[in-house]
């Protein structure tokens, strides 16, 4: 395909008087017909020719699996059941099924319907996007009701309210149990995890916590002794959203299995 240095390469090279449309063909490495085509007919560019086509709608022959759609479409409709199906192996199936009939060659086509039929008419998929967490980056912190992870001492539930620090990429963590979720515990919970670490992170994460965040729970707006500490620290500041979970999901967990009260 003819591409659009090319077309300005003829066109520029036509422009010398001695130049005829053979040689300018030539240089730009083009046949007669093309260099007639865009020095005498057409002004405009490739791109700009492709960029004006409608998409096409319609099918330009009909498909060689109408006539096996229904059983395509079952097949499909039950891959929860017996797992997701490589559209390969249903075709390869359905080859063995119909001798003669399907020749690899249509394996593409067969490949884009099952992929249109999942877009169209599957189960939503779960999304996801993955996190990259590099070294000394990140570090979050939150608190936990230990009265929720029904740990007991001595028969006696515990209620207490811990601090929880966590490096996000070492998973290095630091625990302080401590009164209230003020400001305070967060300050001491903070800096003694650093002391503990040996070092400060580049960024700090809290929920909307009130200790850090003012009521509005704007990401703008940090208490001004929140925003004082980050400062000493010469660290940024990160909050989740407003009404999202807490900020390390896998702690409750790993907190009922790590502490074996009884």
Known sequence: MITDNQVKKLRSTFMNPKSTVQTSALKANVCENTAHKYLQKEDRLPSEIIAERLPREY?????????????????????TEEGNFVAKELFEHFQDKYPG???????????????????TKGKDTEIFFKQKHNPGELAQTDFVHLKSLGIRVSGVLCESLLFHYVLTFSKWEYFELCASESFESLSSGFQNAVFTSGGVPHKHQTDSLTAAI??????????????????????????????????????R??????????
Do not use: G
């Open 59 to 79: 099918l330009t022959r009909a498909s060689p699996f109408d006539n096996i759609y229904d059983e395509i479409e079952i097949r499909l409709e039950n891959e």
């Open 101 to 119: 009939k399907f020749p690899d060659t249509q394996l593409r086509t067969f490949q884009r319907l099952v992929k249109t039929w999942r877009a």
């Open 214 to 251: 003012n009521m509005n729970c704007s990401r703008d707006h940090l208490t001004e002794r929140y925003r004082a500490l980050i400062t000493h620290y010469k660290i940024e500041s990160q909050n989740t959203n407003v009404r999202c979970k807490r900020v390390y999901l896998a702690k």
């Open 253 to 262: 967990v790993y907190l009922a299995r790590s502490f074996n009260f009884t």
